[in-house]
Protein backbone atom coordinates (compact mmCIF):
# COMPACT_ATOMS: atom_id res chain seq x y z
CA UNK A 1 0.00 0.00 0.00
CA UNK A 2 1.47 3.41 -1.33
CA UNK A 3 1.52 5.77 1.63
CA UNK A 4 0.18 8.97 0.53
CA UNK A 5 0.83 12.08 2.90
CA UNK A 6 -1.80 14.08 4.24
CA UNK A 7 -1.18 17.08 2.64
CA UNK A 8 -1.15 15.30 -0.96
CA UNK A 9 -3.96 13.70 -0.04
CA UNK A 10 -5.88 17.20 0.67
CA UNK A 11 -4.34 18.82 -2.46
CA UNK A 12 -5.63 15.75 -4.86
CA UNK A 13 -9.29 16.81 -3.10
CA UNK A 14 -8.94 20.41 -3.61
CA UNK A 15 -7.90 19.47 -7.54
CA UNK A 16 -11.00 17.38 -8.09
CA UNK A 17 -13.33 20.52 -6.58
CA UNK A 18 -11.48 23.15 -8.25
CA UNK A 19 -11.84 20.56 -11.70
CA UNK A 20 -16.27 20.09 -11.18
CA UNK A 21 -16.41 23.46 -10.09
CA UNK A 22 -14.43 25.35 -13.32
CA UNK A 23 -16.40 22.92 -15.65
CA UNK A 24 -19.93 23.98 -13.91
CA UNK A 25 -18.79 27.67 -14.89
CA UNK A 26 -17.93 26.84 -18.56
CA UNK A 27 -21.55 24.82 -18.53
CA UNK A 28 -23.23 27.76 -16.67
CA UNK A 29 -21.84 30.51 -18.76
CA UNK A 30 -22.56 29.07 -22.00
CA UNK A 31 -26.12 27.39 -21.46
CA UNK A 32 -27.45 29.67 -18.33
CA UNK A 33 -25.60 33.04 -19.19
CA UNK A 34 -25.67 32.59 -22.74
CA UNK A 35 -21.90 33.61 -22.99
CA UNK A 36 -20.90 32.70 -26.63
CA UNK A 37 -17.20 32.99 -27.97
CA UNK A 38 -16.66 34.25 -31.14
CA UNK A 39 -17.32 31.23 -33.69
CA UNK A 40 -15.62 30.45 -36.66
CA UNK A 41 -18.91 30.74 -39.05
CA UNK A 42 -17.81 30.01 -42.38
CA UNK A 43 -14.47 29.93 -44.19
CA UNK A 44 -13.64 31.80 -47.19
CA UNK A 45 -11.49 33.25 -49.97
CA UNK A 46 -9.85 36.30 -48.76
CA UNK A 47 -8.71 37.27 -51.70
CA UNK A 48 -12.04 37.29 -53.49
CA UNK A 49 -14.60 37.98 -50.01
CA UNK A 50 -14.68 41.91 -50.87
CA UNK A 51 -16.55 40.78 -54.49
CA UNK A 52 -19.04 37.93 -53.49
CA UNK A 53 -22.04 38.23 -51.76
CA UNK A 54 -22.94 39.15 -48.99
CA UNK A 55 -19.23 40.92 -48.34
CA UNK A 56 -19.01 42.75 -51.60
CA UNK A 57 -21.96 44.81 -50.28
CA UNK A 58 -21.23 45.25 -46.86
CA UNK A 59 -23.27 46.76 -44.13
CA UNK A 60 -26.53 46.46 -42.25
CA UNK A 61 -29.46 44.66 -43.28
CA UNK A 62 -32.63 44.34 -41.49
CA UNK A 63 -34.09 40.84 -41.21
CA UNK A 64 -37.30 41.39 -38.83
CA UNK A 65 -37.94 44.16 -36.85
CA UNK A 66 -35.59 44.90 -33.95
CA UNK A 67 -33.30 41.95 -36.07
CA UNK A 68 -30.49 42.57 -37.99
CA UNK A 69 -27.61 41.35 -39.84
CA UNK A 70 -24.02 43.05 -40.57
CA UNK A 71 -21.45 42.46 -42.64
CA UNK A 72 -18.42 44.12 -41.69
CA UNK A 73 -14.85 44.00 -44.01
CA UNK A 74 -11.46 44.42 -42.25
CA UNK A 75 -8.33 45.83 -44.38
CA UNK A 76 -5.15 46.88 -44.04
CA UNK A 77 -3.19 49.50 -46.42
CA UNK A 78 -5.44 51.37 -46.33
CA UNK A 79 -6.20 50.40 -42.98
CA UNK A 80 -9.72 50.77 -42.31
CA UNK A 81 -13.24 48.98 -41.57
CA UNK A 82 -16.04 49.05 -44.08
CA UNK A 83 -18.81 50.26 -43.59
CA UNK A 84 -17.31 53.12 -40.82
CA UNK A 85 -20.61 53.56 -39.47
CA UNK A 86 -23.42 51.24 -38.66
CA UNK A 87 -26.86 52.94 -37.39
CA UNK A 88 -29.35 50.59 -35.68
CA UNK A 89 -32.51 51.93 -33.16
CA UNK A 90 -32.80 51.33 -29.90
CA UNK A 91 -33.49 47.50 -28.48
CA UNK A 92 -31.96 46.56 -31.79
CA UNK A 93 -30.16 43.00 -32.19
CA UNK A 94 -27.49 43.04 -34.45
CA UNK A 95 -25.35 39.82 -35.37
CA UNK A 96 -21.85 40.88 -36.71
CA UNK A 97 -20.45 38.88 -39.53
CA UNK A 98 -16.60 40.37 -40.00
CA UNK A 99 -14.01 39.13 -42.36
CA UNK A 100 -10.47 40.43 -42.99
CA UNK A 101 -9.07 40.56 -46.42
CA UNK A 102 -5.50 40.89 -45.79
CA UNK A 103 -4.00 39.92 -42.34
CA UNK A 104 -5.03 39.18 -39.18
CA UNK A 105 -7.14 41.65 -37.03
CA UNK A 106 -9.27 42.41 -34.53
CA UNK A 107 -13.10 44.06 -33.65
CA UNK A 108 -14.19 44.74 -30.40
CA UNK A 109 -17.12 47.25 -30.26
CA UNK A 110 -16.37 48.99 -26.42
CA UNK A 111 -19.27 48.21 -23.97
CA UNK A 112 -20.09 45.18 -25.18
CA UNK A 113 -19.42 41.88 -25.17
CA UNK A 114 -18.10 41.97 -28.97
CA UNK A 115 -14.38 41.31 -28.99
CA UNK A 116 -13.21 38.64 -32.05
CA UNK A 117 -10.06 38.13 -33.47
CA UNK A 118 -10.80 38.27 -37.54
CA UNK A 119 -8.31 36.05 -39.46
CA UNK A 120 -8.83 36.34 -43.07
CA UNK A 121 -10.12 33.25 -44.55
CA UNK A 122 -11.98 32.68 -42.05
CA UNK A 123 -15.78 35.04 -41.34
CA UNK A 124 -16.57 35.33 -37.32
CA UNK A 125 -19.77 35.96 -35.81
CA UNK A 126 -21.28 37.22 -32.87
CA UNK A 127 -24.75 39.18 -31.68
CA UNK A 128 -25.47 42.03 -29.43
CA UNK A 129 -28.40 43.80 -28.22
CA UNK A 130 -27.96 47.82 -27.85
CA UNK A 131 -30.72 48.54 -25.39
CA UNK A 132 -29.54 51.64 -24.80
CA UNK A 133 -29.41 54.52 -26.98
CA UNK A 134 -25.87 55.94 -27.90
CA UNK A 135 -22.41 55.80 -29.75
CA UNK A 136 -19.97 52.13 -29.70
CA UNK A 137 -16.89 52.73 -30.87
CA UNK A 138 -15.39 49.52 -32.22
CA UNK A 139 -11.86 49.45 -33.20
CA UNK A 140 -9.39 46.99 -34.09
CA UNK A 141 -7.48 45.09 -31.47
CA UNK A 142 -4.80 43.12 -33.08
CA UNK A 143 -1.61 44.99 -34.42
CA UNK A 144 -1.87 44.86 -37.93
CA UNK A 145 0.76 47.42 -39.75
CA UNK A 146 1.80 50.97 -39.73
CA UNK A 147 -1.82 52.07 -40.04
CA UNK A 148 -3.59 49.83 -36.98
CA UNK A 149 -4.49 52.93 -35.28
CA UNK A 150 -6.53 54.25 -38.28
CA UNK A 151 -9.11 51.05 -37.89
CA UNK A 152 -11.61 52.20 -35.98
CA UNK A 153 -15.97 52.99 -36.92
CA UNK A 154 -19.15 52.90 -34.61
CA UNK A 155 -22.48 51.89 -34.03
CA UNK A 156 -24.64 54.90 -33.13
CA UNK A 157 -27.95 53.32 -31.57
CA UNK A 158 -30.88 56.44 -32.07
CA UNK A 159 -34.39 56.55 -31.44
CU1 LIG B 1 -6.37 45.97 -38.05
CU2 LIG B 1 -5.02 46.50 -36.18
Redesign the pocket.
Known amino acids: MIHVHVYEKWWIVLTIIMLVAFTAAIGVSAFAAGIQVPSPYALVDPKTVAKTPPFDNPGLRELSPGKYEAYVL ?1 Q ?1 SP ?1 KFTPAEIRVPVGATVTFYVTSVD ?1 Q ?2 FKIQDTNINMQ ?1 LPGQVSKLTHTFDKAGEFPYE ?6 VG ?1 QN ?1 FGKIVVGP
Open positions: AAWVHGICTEYCGHM
